[in-house]
């Protein structure tokens, strides 16, 4: 009897059961629920970084297993969150509106949208709903196209992409050129997503109004911690059958898996677009913890800060990129929050809010360098200290050779 999924691959219930022990601990400790230990920025903080760790997940996935390095998967990331923002802006609006009509006379729809409009697009000098406001007041229906719309755009962007042969680092070029007009694209008042503003107020959500920051903030933590879980499964189940062996293939030799007769453009697109709809979900959780999200969110920089996380954590390691990720935010907050004390030289006083880009840039070199597998590394040692467990008979005259056990699974 072959060992089943979970049997194979006995990080994943490593990697659950730390989510699973974090998860409740924040929330035991939290304002809401518990001591009051952690305050509600930091559980938002953390619900935050979970969100983080979810859209690694997928660049280590593009990045590590197939070996397409993209630069513009924050884009997707930026767009799960413009799909949700616009229905909590539209829903919270509306309360607004109908609050301040309370005690006159009832509003018809059309002069309910109107005023909806006007409230919303006002400062971009514009009182009319964009088409892309359609379902902003249908959650479901904003839900759904949290999926949709960065899904359809990375398999069009893909498929061209692909098709052409384009590879290397001049597909990383165009994933960063798509990101680049897109960012520029949204900073424009008339795109219908109210420009250089962006969408605020995000963390007010439309009837938990009475629950108060502090429980809304737990329970984004409990649904990124689920999103992540669910990721983490989806993404490790992946790459641990043949399709895994299929994209590593692709990763190392790709002209070989294509002699052997696999479609690489048909695998490529697939993982191209899977990991942009796992970008969005985590980006439509993590704008809401946010509270606002304007084009500067998804501009080039940021998915080059994303393979920074991948890199400094170990690509080709699914609990590499989470490491990475959460390693990188935390860190990231404690600097650039004015945590961390400022350093007096005498000469010169460096302040850690302005030097952190430079030290994340250093870390990454250092890395690169000295500590290729990143800090899953550390993991990779740790197991080598142990003897591997093999059985069967060897199937070749070496020590090493491979085992029947092993030639069967």
């Given at each position: 009897?072959?060992?089943?999924?979970?049997?194979?691959?006995?990080?994943?219930?490593t990697?659950?059961?730390?989510?699973?022990?974090?998860t409740?601990?924040?929330?035991?400790?939290?304002?809401?629920?518990?001591?009051?230990?952690?305050?509600?920025?930091?559980?938002?903080?953390?619900?935050?970084?979970?969100c983080?760790?979810?859209?690694?997940?997928?660049?280590?996935?593009?990045?590590?297993?197939?070996?397409?390095?993209?630069?513009?998967?924050?884009?997707?990331?930026?767009?799960?969150?413009?799909?949700?923002?616009?229905?909590?802006?539209?829903?919270?609006?509306?309360?607004?509106?109908?609050?301040?009509?309370?005690?006159?006379?009832?509003?018809?729809?059309?002069?309910?949208?109107?005023?909806?409009?006007?409230?919303?697009?006002?400062?971009?000098?514009s009182?009319?709903?964009?088409?892309v406001?359609?379902?902003?007041?249908?959650?479901?229906?904003?839900?759904?196209?949290?999926?949709?719309?960065?899904?359809?755009?990375?398999?069009?962007?893909?498929?061209?992409?692909?098709?052409?042969?384009?590879?290397?680092?001049?597909?990383?070029?165009?994933?960063?050129?798509?990101?680049?007009?897109?960012?520029?694209?949204?900073?424009?008042?008339?795109?219908?997503?109210?420009?250089?503003?962006?969408?605020?107020?995000?963390?007010?959500?439309?009837?938990?109004?009475?629950?108060?920051?502090?429980?809304?903030?737990?329970?984004?933590?409990?649904?990124?911690?689920?999103?992540?879980?669910?990721?983490?499964l989806?993404?490790?189940?992946?790459?641990?059958?043949?399709?895994?062996?299929?994209?590593?293939?692709?990763?190392?030799?790709?002209?070989?898996?294509?002699?052997?007769?696999?479609?690489?453009?048909?695998?490529?697109?697939?993982?191209?677009?899977?990991?942009?709809?796992?970008?969005?979900?985590?980006?439509?959780?993590?704008?809401?913890?946010?509270?606002i999200?304007?084009?500067?969110?998804?501009?080039?920089?940021?998915?080059?800060y994303?393979?920074?996380?991948?890199?400094?954590?170990?690509?080709?390691?699914?609990?590499?990129?989470?490491?990475?990720?959460?390693?990188?935010?935390?860190?990231?907050?404690?600097?650039?929050?004015?945590?961390?004390?400022?350093?007096?030289?005498?000469?010169?006083?460096?302040?850690?809010?302005?030097?952190?880009?430079v030290?994340?840039?250093?870390?990454?070199?250092?890395?690169?360098?000295?500590?290729?597998?990143?800090?899953?590394?550390?993991?990779?040692l740790?197991?080598?200290?142990?003897?591997?467990?093999?059985?069967?008979?060897?199937?070749?005259?070496?020590?090493?050779?491979?085992r029947?056990?092993?030639?069967?699974?």
């Open positions: 009897m072959k060992p089943g999924f979970l049997a194979k691959n006995p990080s994943v219930l990697f659950l059961l730390v989510l699973a022990v974090v409740l601990g924040v929330t035991f400790l939290s304002e809401a629920y518990g001591s009051g230990v952690i305050s509600t920025s930091m559980v938002k903080t953390l619900g935050k970084t979970l983080l760790c979810l859209i690694a997940i997928a660049m280590d996935l593009i990045w590590g297993y197939t070996g397409i390095l993209s630069l513009g998967h924050f884009a997707f990331f930026g767009l799960g969150g413009y799909m949700v923002g616009m229905w909590l802006m539209y829903a919270r609006t509306r309360e607004i509106v109908l609050s301040s009509a309370a005690g006159v006379l009832p509003m018809t729809p059309q002069e309910l949208q109107d005023a909806i409009a006007t409230q919303i697009f006002g400062v971009v000098g009182s009319d709903l964009p088409l406001w359609s379902f902003a007041g249908s959650l479901p229906m904003q839900l759904l196209l949290v999926v949709l719309v960065p899904g359809v755009l990375a398999f069009l962007f893909g498929w061209f992409a692909f098709k052409s042969r384009v590879t290397g680092v001049y597909l990383s070029i165009l994933t960063q050129a798509m990101t680049l007009a897109l960012s520029l694209y949204l900073f424009q008042n008339d795109s219908g997503l109210r420009g250089n503003n962006g969408l605020s107020g995000l963390q007010n959500i439309p009837g938990l109004e009475a629950a108060g920051q502090d429980a809304v903030s737990v329970w984004f933590l409990w649904a990124s911690a689920g999103a992540l879980a669910l990721g983490y989806a993404v490790a189940f992946v790459v641990s059958g043949k399709f895994g062996s299929v994209i590593r293939g692709i990763r190392d030799d790709e002209a070989r898996v294509r002699f052997l007769g696999y479609s690489v453009e048909t695998y490529k697109l697939f993982v191209f677009t899977l990991t942009a709809v796992i970008a969005a979900i985590a980006g439509a959780l993590y704008y809401p913890q946010a509270g999200i304007n084009p500067a969110e998804i501009a080039p920089i940021a998915s080059i994303l393979a920074v996380w991948v890199a400094i954590g170990g690509r080709g390691r699914i609990y590499g990129a989470v490491v990475g990720a959460a390693f990188v935010s935390l860190v990231s907050t404690w600097f650039t929050g004015g945590r961390a004390p400022d350093l007096p030289l005498g000469f010169y006083t460096v302040k850690w809010v302005d030097w952190w880009s030290l994340l840039g250093l870390s990454f070199v250092l890395v690169t360098l000295f500590a290729p597998k990143g800090l899953a590394g550390l993991v990779d740790f197991e080598g200290l142990r003897p591997p467990k093999r059985g069967g008979t060897p199937l070749g005259p070496s020590e090493g050779s491979l029947e056990e092993e030639a069967v699974e």
